[in-house]
């Protein structure tokens, strides 16, 4: 029996958890998800500056007209100690110094007129101006940034600023990815009769390092019960081993009965959906297996449904599932009732609003409409046919265009 698409999904995601952790330098850094909370280790900023170059004063000082003598400079990097604004007096600071004692506010220079050591100011200065408050941003020991959170530049900014130069991250699975199969040959060989090239490896390959995994191919087991065991015990040492082929109901399927015979407990084989079904997950020792279909089409969305959900969530990754967007056909489809299905789409956006059409041929066979296609419309499993003008889910696996 077929397990449901919803119910093989939740039993992969329950069945892979975070990997370890790792330090990485804040260079490489970026995308990955962080594996400890963040506490501010100081005030930030660490002490009142100036958020202008201008003047340091008192507010109460400055009567519009009345000039200022202008008594001390702090430039940027340099200390305040030592420096004081005095009643009737003026400071000139620079952008990110700190501000002396007695001052509060700062006037831009550009809201002043300076002659012979004096300054005028033309406007209204308010306590607080253009001051930066020592803690403003964040106070000592608040939390800067949550474990779980994905890094982009601002937060790798703002780990800098606090002087960090790694920080502790999930780490990426290592990715096995095993072809089966007596016809293939690897692109660059000799193609004989009834031969194709292997093509899975690479589009697997593209899919696992897109996702932020680590591809690591292990080449072709033949369909034999030998080849098999030797390929797919090198890939059971990875974080995940991913085969293709021989899952399906020929002679020459042994990937399940290898697997099987090697310890791999199977969760599931044969998923009510279309591409796919023959798709199959087991664990050894807690390490995910995912047997895709042979077909590339199959192979491909199957990986995006279940391989890339899991893969993000070893990676530490909250947010797994891609939300769905919605989409209205301007075509009806037919399908058959009793499996999800998995229709390539083009999605188009007029506005506001997104339009979907088959991006072609539907059968399996066909990789020019998936070359076309810029999502993957999910068609629920009972429905019957899709009328044009319907509503579909639709994951989207590239950019929308304009219609
Ligand atoms: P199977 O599941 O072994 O019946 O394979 C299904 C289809 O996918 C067959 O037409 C295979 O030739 C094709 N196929 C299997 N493995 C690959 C591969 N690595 N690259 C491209 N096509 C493949
Ligand atoms: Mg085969």
């Not at 939300?323 to 299905?341: H, I, L």
Request: hydrophobic fraction near 40%; glycine fraction near 10%; include cysteine.
């Amino acid at each position: 029996m077929a397990v449901s698409f919803e119910s093989a999904r939740a039993l992969i995601l329950e069945c892979v958890d975070t990997l370890s952790q790792e330090a990485v330098s804040l260079l490489d850094v970026v995308g990955r998800v962080l594996a400890e909370d963040i506490r501010a280790p100081w005030d930030m900023p660490r002490w009142d500056n100036s958020a202008m170059d201008g003047f340091a004063v008192r507010a109460e000082d400055c009567v519009s007209g009345q000039p200022l003598t202008v008594d001390g400079y702090i430039p940027a990097g340099r200390s305040a100690s030592g420096v004081t604004v005095r009643s009737g007096t003026a400071v000139r600071i620079m952008t990110g110094a700190p501000a002396p004692v007695g001052c509060d506010a700062i006037v831009p220079i550009e809201e002043t007129e300076e002659d012979e050591g004096k300054i005028i100011i033309n406007g209204e200065v308010r306590k607080g101006d253009h001051l930066r408050v020592r803690g403003e941003d964040f106070q000592q020991e608040e939390l800067v940034i949550a474990a779980g959170t994905i890094l982009r530049p601002a937060e790798i900014n703002m780990l800098a600023s606090f002087g960090y130069q790694t920080v502790s991250v999930f780490r990426q699975p290592k990715v096995a990815i095993l072809s089966t199969g007596d016809e293939l040959v690897e692109p660059g060989e000799e193609i004989g009769p009834g031969q194709i090239i292997n093509s899975n490896d690479y589009s697997l390959a593209a899919a696992v390092r897109e996702v932020g995994g680590e591809p690591l191919l292990l080449g072709i087991a033949r369909d034999d019960r030998k080849s098999l065991t030797e390929k797919i015990t090198e890939g059971l040492k990875a974080d995940v081993l991913i085969t293709t082929a021989g899952v399906s109901m020929g002679d020459l399927d042994l990937v399940c009965e290898v697997l099987q015979s090697l310890g791999v407990e199977r969760q599931f084989w044969k998923v009510a959906i279309k591409p796919g079904r023959p798709t199959a997950f087991g664990l050894k020792n807690g390490k995910p297996i995912f047997s895709l279909p042979g077909n590339p089409v199959s192979s491909m969305i199957t990986f995006e449904e279940f391989v890339r959900p899991a893969l993000l969530k070893m990676m530490g990754h909250q947010s797994v599932i891609k939300p769905f967007v919605k989409a209205t056909m301007k075509e009806s489809v037919n399908k058959k009732p009793g499996r999800v299905q998995f229709l390539r789409v083009r999605v188009l956006a007029d506005g506001e609003q997104l339009f979907a059409t088959s991006s072609g041929d539907q059968n399996t066979g066909i990789l020019r409409t998936l070359l076309r296609a810029n999502g993957i419309a999910v068609l629920p499993v009972d429905q019957e046919q899709v009328h044009a003008g319907e509503d579909v889910n639709v994951h989207l696996i590239a950019a929308v265009e304009k219609l």
